[in-house]
């Protein structure tokens, strides 16, 4: 670590117990009061409590998560990073978070506004308050926290004074919308509006406040209302500026409402350029922004799952295997300067603004989405490997969020500020971070899926089940699951083995191990009749393993189980300014070559006295070995053979440092 770069000093604790502390003015009255208090708290699923009207989905779901509340995270680098972003979320005043909307709104505001993309020139201002508001919501939904409903409670009833009559809720005027109707240069207003809707509707799913249900169902009346007025050609013409899920948003209003409106509004933001090569599974995606188009495949996902429209299946299927077989680095990140390039271009993309982290939010997004429809592991086996490379590790120590994982040889990561940054990726962020609990396990009507091995408790309230995983995973390779309070009907653990457990894997009950026999990316289903302590314990070796480039076979980077790890490169000429702020390693210099390795043995003289090279290995060999661990990087790693020897630690662990993700094996 460079011990030499000044550190932020850390905004308290959010733990509940201290979380009062943090309060913003105004906060602790209203939660104090129970004015708005969160209809759901710890013990309630709001989720399922939709209107009398709303439509039973055409496609269900063959495994299930389970509500939020019913599972909790345990002490782990999990909850510390949760804990993180809720000192984050609390630190943010709503009168700062609110003063673009009463602006706009022509409102009196003596708070000062934020700055970055919220500031109040900036054209995307608000998008963040939308992911603010969903944020604070799953944090809620996450972890009970009645302090944090409370809060944007508040902030709901501060932009419900913003509201215009029409319906129109924004940070900027609607004038930005009559640019958008001619066609002039704009920057992405249904972008923003989306994530303002998409917040108010997870204040109504996982706080119960109706009021923000309202003003969603009135913003939706008034895109409604712009969008019909076009005609079919030009509306498709406005579609081509980016629009985030307007489509996703408006299918899950149908799905709480009934309203068929809000049905059609979701086809109605179907963009045709871009679905219709899906529909016909053409990989058409080379030159499009990858963050633009993500979010319209989940509302077509969503759309099919509520319309039964099989070319909607098709579309969000299509892309999901393109994607990541095509398009995706090695941490199972996607997209290199916002955009994708021709398929399997891996090596010839590894720049400083690769995978941006939006991207990698948006893909887990829709991988449940498939997973639900269609429960298979490697579904999580993607999962898990973006959200050990790409989502773990775009934090810093305080709570402070990346925009860009750069993958050129000797960048380094770089952080948003407190109030001043607001990219994009601080707002799928402070989002991500804040339900890192609610895709660890599914159910079916038999069984429970173990998906994801995180320190945690499940508690089946149907079944009367009780769950608790203990493990220091990827750090240790056991995982003990404890029967707390038995099933009150039989009930499976059907537990995910992954792509990489090529090594098997050991099951036991109770000490007894099992007979069953572990295949990669599928799910081992242990069947017992459990009672309260029962231990099941699952033995993985973590494996060694190599993702190769498919466009350059040189191009390598090691892997163990699901960790990318990097070569650390040093600090040099790092400073505070370029590791925090706009400053990013996009804008700075050029980095380092790419580290080589080579397993050739060194050159010997033959019967003839002549230098003969060594014999090369076979293709796929392992060129690092594990080595002792420090107290910075428990997991630590040396490349082997001749030449200089690179030191590699796991990528989420690197905070400071310069790195590189690929190494040249110049064996091959």
């Not at 989905?57 to 509340?69: D, E, N, R």
């Not at 009196?108 to 020139?121: H, R």
């Not at 995973?473 to 059907?494: C, G, H, N």
């Not at 990097?566 to 505070?576: C, D, K, S």
Request: charged letters at 20%.
């Amino acid at each position: 670590m460079n011990r030499n770069l000044s550190r932020r000093k850390f905004v308290g604790s959010a733990v509940c117990t201290g979380a009062a502390a943090l309060l913003p003015r105004g906060v602790m009255a209203l939660a104090g009061k129970g004015t708005q208090k969160a209809a759901g708290s710890a013990e309630t699923d709001i989720a399922t409590q939709m209107l009398t009207n709303a439509p039973v989905a055409k496609v269900q779901w063959k495994a299930k998560p389970f509500s939020m509340p019913d599972v909790r995270l345990l002490p782990s680098f999990w909850e510390d990073t949760m804990e993180l972003n809720r000192s984050f979320l609390y630190s943010l005043p709503n009168e700062r978070l609110a003063y673009n909307f009463r602006v706009t709104a022509g409102i009196p505001t003596d708070a000062d506004p934020l700055g970055g993309w919220e500031a109040p020139d900036c054209e995307l201002r608000g998008h963040y308050v939308g992911h603010y508001m969903s944020s604070c919501a799953l944090m809620h939904a996450s972890t009970g926290d009645d302090f944090i409903a409370a809060k944007a409670n508040e902030l709901v009833s501060m932009l419900a004074e913003c509201q215009q009559k029409d319906g129109y809720l924004g940070a900027y005027p609607a004038t930005f919308y009559d640019r958008l109707r001619k066609h002039e240069r704009v920057w992405a207003p249904f972008y923003t509006y989306h994530k303002i809707m998409a917040g108010l509707i997870d204040m109504h799913t996982h706080v119960g406040n109706r009021q923000a249900l309202n003003m969603a169902t009135q913003m939706a009346d008034w895109a409604d209302a712009y969008a019909t007025s076009f005609t079919d050609d030009d509306w498709q013409k406005v579609l081509l500026v980016e629009q985030g899920g307007m489509n996703e948003a408006s299918f899950n209003l149908y799905a709480i409402t009934g309203n068929t409106k809000y049905r059609d509004l979701g086809f109605r933001f179907e963009h045709h350029k871009i679905f219709d090569p899906l529909a016909a599974n053409q990989d058409m995606l080379a030159g499009n922004h990858a963050n633009t188009n993500i979010p319209k495949v989940i509302g077509a996902a969503r759309g099919y799952e509520l319309t039964g429209d099989d070319r909607y299946r098709q579309i969000s299927e299509n892309f999901y295997r393109m994607v990541t077989e095509h398009h995706i680095y090695a941490t199972g990140g996607t997209s290199n300067g916002e955009f994708w390039h021709e398929p399997d271009a891996i090596a010839s993309q590894l720049g400083p603004a690769a995978e941006e982290c939006c991207c990698s939010y948006n893909m887990m997004k829709l991988t449940r989405h498939l997973f639900g429809q269609n429960p298979e592991a490697t579904f999580f086996d993607y999962y898990e490997r973006v959200l050990m490379n790409v989502r773990y590790g775009t934090q810093d120590r305080n709570g402070m969020l990346m925009y860009y994982v750069s993958l050129q040889p000797g960048k380094y990561k770089t952080f948003g500020t407190e109030f001043d940054s607001f990219w994009c990726c601080t707002g799928t962020g402070s989002e991500e971070y804040s339900k890192l609990n609610n895709s660890i396990y599914f159910h079916d009507d038999q069984s429970v899926y173990v998906n994801l091995f995180v320190p945690s408790t499940l508690d089946w309230k149907e079944r009367g089940m009780k769950l608790e995983q203990a493990t220091d995973f990827p750090a240790d390779e056991r995982v003990t699951l404890t029967i707390k309070s038995a099933p009150s009907a039989p009930t499976a653990l059907r537990i995910r083995v992954p792509y990489w457990a090529t090594e098997g894997a050991v099951y036991s009950i109770n000490g007894q191990q099992q007979n069953v026999t572990p295949t990669p990316s599928t799910y081992v289903t242990l069947e017992h009749d459990w009672k309260p302590g029962d231990q099941i314990a699952i033995d993985m070796p973590l494996v060694l393993h190599v993702d190769t480039t498919p466009d350059d076979k040189q191009v390598q980077a090691a892997m163990y189980g699901p960790l990318v790890l990097a070569a650390l490169e040093g600090t040099e000429g790092l400073t505070t300014e370029m590791i925090y702020g706009d400053n990013g390693p996009w804008r700075g210099d050029d980095g380092y070559p790419m580290p080589t390795v080579d397993l050739r043995p060194p050159p010997h003289r033959g019967p003839d006295g002549k230098l003969v090279e060594g014999t090369a290995p076979e293709p796929g060999a392992i060129w690092f070995e594990r080595a002792e661990g420090t107290r910075d990087y428990p997991l630590l790693f040396h490349t082997k053979g001749r030449g200089p020897t690179h030191t590699l630690v796991p990528l989420n662990r690197i905070v400071d440092e310069r790195y590189s993700v690929y190494l040249k094996n110049v064996t091959t």
